[in-house]
């Protein structure tokens, strides 16, 4: 079991859009036997972008799961892998596969160095302290510099890249690597396809290179133990490779170092080195700490290991809908082990489920399964209810993981069905999309009825219709792309509600008095505090009280956009020992946020974006001034050589069609990233404008 195991690799491939992730996993599949042939992102036949619309436009926009198998030392690897998206409207992707893996690797274009979306994922692994290894790809590309890649690693993501290959070579003369651990140097036969590579003599203009790095890497390596700087002190070179890739090892999974390799996926170079340092320097199952959960009935914290013999554990991290076999539900096995046709206890929910298939995923194709054990990641069959974010467990031994956390939608859509019949049909798919996408949500506006979907960016929801319209034969009209605003209160009030209804026979009646205002700083939602002491209401009905406030900050007062945070504190009450029910509370609860919230001052919230841009000198100046027009608040300029880097915050609502303003400024030498960064109190002024616009109307305040 714990050689299964320590065989076995579960990591992802993230990085910024176009660094060759896909092309990276599609090379991978190819030399270790999976696929028979390359298929290439450009053609549109890359086996992990199996969606239509990622073959037509050439990204990838939801992750694909594979597994391959890779001998190395005599020794067969299991190396289970995600591709990620790379597109910030697709990060939920990328975040919730970093919750599930073990380690992953980070590509980086060897000419666009670090850039945003780099960041973005260098965070989200950060924040699940997953172990990672880098290859800075495209080594073959014009301006391809290896060394400016190491020290943006460093400098931009606070990273330590240690080095443990050199180039051979840049550009059009790139033809392999020195590794630096063996210090040997090696060469690609490009009429295998890269599939035959071979040592070669050290050439001459790397040996300066390689004995600097070289140096620095063993230095590195004697600093672990007393036994390696004992070693170093009396004789360098009597430090082992053995002992070297041991050192390298406990670093990077102590996420202290990042190793750096190199290579060009495209031209077929450094694929078989990156699947080598994979089994070396990345964790296996059992090297990562023990998950720890909640158990729900003692409410006391249980940790698992990953072992076979432990109760099963598992996190449902994809719901997926598939033609021919229904919902999928991708999960990652923690502890134990199960069988295809068991019947497990989805802890999150407290209900049971039966998993009548288990699969193995290769991209959109399926290999049934008789068993899955710890360590493993897999796909169930068969499940009426399992959401996003689920633990799955033995009965007898339930456990509530940590959920996964996802950002919330900024801008939505107004849709309706072209033909009238397609109604409910619409309504049945755009659940089953919001099942698969937890950035994706769907609400129906109050007053106008109209349909709202609402996601991440134009991208997210162009796709989305699109999926519509492909999957599932739904035609919509849909309206201009709006900005999902939200709604809070500025100032603390109290409040007293009664509700009393009388209708002949048994009556309603419930009685709150609450302190109504902003939560406190860093909270989302609701915060919600039981200040009854003295049983003027009745325990059993404070939870009808929470939920009634719950449930009404889904449309605010101002316009009916979500309450983004509120804190109510429950100080008084009373209830009728005949008339008063559960029900009623909720309904006092539900008319308390209306009233209340109308005298706490109700104030617009907005998207503010995070900007970067990627410009030539020249238009530094103009784009500035343009970005001063869109409210943006300038934060940083550096400068590089030949362009300069542009870094603001904007609001959203004056971002849109920017991609066409920015090419227009720079003659289309421009590129721009934005990603969404917090909400913000919007002007006054503004808000106004917005009022006005929506409801026809201003407020007195």
Known sequence: MSERLSHTRNIGIMAHIDAGKTTTTERILYYAGINHKIGEVHDGTATMDWMIQEQERGITITSAATTVFWDFNNKEYKINIIDTPGHVDFTVEVERSLRVLDGAVALFCAVGGVEPQSETVWRQANKYNVPRISFVNKMDRSGADFLKVINEINERLNAQAIPVQIPIGAEDTFIGIVDLVKNKAYKWDDDSLGAKYFEIPMPEDVKADVEVYRSKLIEGVAEESDELLRKFIENPNSITEDEINAAIRKATLETRITPVLCGSSFKNKGVQFLLNAITTYLPSPIDITAVSGINPFTSKEETRISDSNE?????????????????????????????????????????????????????????????IEAGDIGAAVGFKDIRTGDTLTDIKHPLVLEAIEFPDPVISLAIEPKVQDDVDKLSISLKKLAEEDPTF????????????????????????????????????????????????????????EIYKKQSGGRGRFAEIYVAFGPADEDVKGL????????????????????KGFRMAMQNGALIGFPMNNLKVRLIDGSYHSVDSDALSFEVAAGQAFRNASKNANPVLLEPIMKLEINTPDDYVGDLSSDLNKRRGNLEDVQSKIGFHVIKAKVPLAEMFGYVTSLRTITSGRAISNLEFSHYETCPKEIQEEILYKIRGYVTNS
């Open 441 to 496: 949500t769907v609400r129906v506006d109050g007053d106008t009825g109209q349909t709202l979907i609402n996601g991440m960016g134009e991208l997210h929801l162009d796709i989305l219709v699109d999926r519509l319209k492909r999957e599932f034969n739904i035609e919509v009209n849909q309206g201009t792309p709006q900005v999902a605003y939200k709604e809070t209160v500025s100032q603390t009030i109290l409040h007293r």
């Open 311 to 371: 109760p099963f554990t598992a996190l449902a991290f994809k719901i997926a809908t598939d033609s021919y076999v229904g919902r999928i539900a991708f999960f990652r096995v923690y502890s134990g082990s199960m069988e295809a046709g068991t019947v497990i206890l989805n802890a999150s929910t407290n209900k049971k489920e039966r998993i009548a298939r288990i699969l193995q995923m290769h991209a959109n194709k399926q290999n049934p399964l008789k068993m």
């Open 527 to 546: 915060q919600f505090i039981n200040d009854i002491r003295d049983g003027n209401i009745p325990k059993p009905y404070i939870p009808s009280i929470e």
